[in-house]
């Protein structure tokens, strides 16, 4: 199981990434993100009400005590940061990995998180928490479940290249 920890949320600034994490771990194939900073329900309930319409069982949850939930963990953790080690070094050594969290920042990462991670970078130069977990998603996974489809959908894309094509609980 993949599951992403999302450090140090912050409103009003990180409203819409902190979805848009969300929605690319969902997307991406991550069981779950947790997340810290400031308790945010209406980026909760913006997330789940995409997982009602559009299927699975993603989970969004927070963790008032960021260190104290990651140092507990008993799983490998996968922290992204541009002053980590080349993913592509690393990439087949993570695939041995069962289940992970995978850490991204936004403020300030504490140093602690960088002790007790694999730090791994998505390149050298800094982007977006959004940029690096879907690029890594992508190469741990081989974007097996980009187009899955997922249990309980209302709503389904059917791919085409030249309309706009969905169904709705099963109907074209
Ligand atoms: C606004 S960026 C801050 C960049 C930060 N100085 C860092 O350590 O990567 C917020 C988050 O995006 C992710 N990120 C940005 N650039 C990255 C890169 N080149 N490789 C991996 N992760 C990156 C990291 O998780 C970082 O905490």
Redesign the pocket.
């Known amino acids: 199981m993949i599951g992403v920890f999302r ?1 140090g949320h912050r409103l009003p600034r990180d409203e819409r990434i902190t979805t848009h994490v969300a929605l690319t771990a969902r997307a991406l194939g991550a069981s779950y993100m947790a997340y810290s900073g400031t308790h945010d329900p209406g980026m909760e309930e913006s997330v789940q009400k995409v997982v009602e319409r559009w299927g699975g069982d993603f989970k969004v949850f927070y963790v008032p005590r960021p260190m104290k939930y990651l140092k507990e963990l008993t799983v490998p953790i996968v ?6 080690a080349p993913f592509q070094e690393k990439m087949e050594e993570i695939k041995g990995f069962k289940d992970m969290v995978v ?4 403020e300030k ?1 504490p140093g602690e998180v960088y002790q007790i991670s694999h730090n ?10 959004v ?2 977990l879907a690029i890594f998603l992508y190469e741990l996974t081989g974007g097996k479940y980009l187009y899955a489809k997922r249990p309980g959908a209302k709503i389904e894309v059917i791919p085409s290249e030249n309309k706009k094509l969905i169904k709705i609980d099963g109907e074209e």
């Open positions: 450090l922290h992204l940061t541009m002053y980590g850490v991204v920042g936004g990462v791994i970078s998505i390149g050298n130069q800094p982007h977006s928490e940029a690096a």
